[in-house]
T-cell receptor, first 112, second 116 residues
Framework: EPEVTQTPSHQVTQMGQEVILRCVPISNHLYFYWYRQILGQKVEFLVSFYNNEISEKSEIFDDQFSVERPDGSNFTLKIRSTKLEDSAMYFC??????????FGPGTRLLVL | AQSVTQPDIHITVSEGASLELRCNYSYGATPYLFWYVQSPGQGLQLLLKYFSGDTLVQGIKGFEAEFKRSQSSFNLRKPSVHWSDAAEYFCAVGSYSGGGADGLTFGKGTHLIIQP
């Protein structure tokens, strides 16, 4: 069964550094999403992406964040200058049209 | 703005007993509703979903949920829990208006503990 995959599974970085989180959505899906989950808290929507542009973004998704689909398979989330409060689990999801979103296993980001 | 409330932070159930996890939502139109399960250190796995039609939906692992519009609820049930059901359960609501890729709004989750 096709799955959403994410790399790396864990990343440790220093405050102020740039990080890129990578996702490979399910191959026939057209909508892509990023969510984050701060430890012990609920899952929060960051951004959705369709037809090579951002479809919707939350107030969390400020200028420090960007998304890109650099090729036909990858979908990336970049944090330009990480802050301590960016430490969280980041989930990528994808869906066929406006239907069920399937989530990847997540990348745990720790900012020191 | 849409919101999801899961009033129970923790629930403890004996193995073999029945389970009901509560979820209430606030949304102006007909919502799309989901239950996801998250095992420790794992991602989110879809248990079941409601888009339209029959208000009682069946999911994986023997779970079911009932959409009650009058109560704005979408409670998750299982007649007999297994130790492997111990996990975090999230209710989520989506609003797929105009064909856009709208994000899901999640509840805070219910931590399910199974007693032997």
């Amino acid at each position: 069964e096709p799955e959403v995959t994410q790399t790396p599974s864990h990343q440790v970085t220093q405050m102020g550094q740039e990080v890129i989180l990578r996702c490979v959505p399910i191959s026939n899906h057209l909508y892509f999403y990023w969510y984050r989950q701060i430890l012990g808290q609920k899952v929060e929507f960051l951004v959705s992406f369709y037809n090579n542009e951002i479809s919707e973004k939350s107030e969390i998704f400020d200028d420090q964040f960007s998304v890109e689909r650099p090729d036909g398979s990858n979908f990336t989330l970049k944090i330009r200058s990480t802050k301590l409060e960016d430490s969280a689990m980041y989930f990528c999801a994808s869906s066929v049209a406006s239907e069920t979103q399937y989530f990847g296993p997540g990348t745990r980001l720790l900012v020191l | 703005a849409q919101s999801v409330t899961q009033p129970d932070i923790h629930i403890t159930v004996s193995e073999g007993a029945s389970l009901e996890l509560r979820c209430n939502y606030s949304y102006g139109a007909t919502p799309y509703l989901f239950w996801y399960v998250q095992s420790p250190g794992q991602g989110l796995q879809l248990l079941l979903k409601y888009f339209s039609g029959d208000t009682l939906v069946q999911g994986i692992k023997g779970f079911e949920a009932e959409f009650k519009r009058s109560q704005s609820s979408f409670n998750l049930r299982k007649p007999s829990v297994h130790w492997s059901d111990a996990a975090e359960y999230f209710c989520a609501v989506g609003s797929y208006s105009g064909g856009g890729a709208d994000g899901l709004t999640f509840g805070k989750g219910t931590h399910l503990i199974i007693q032997p």
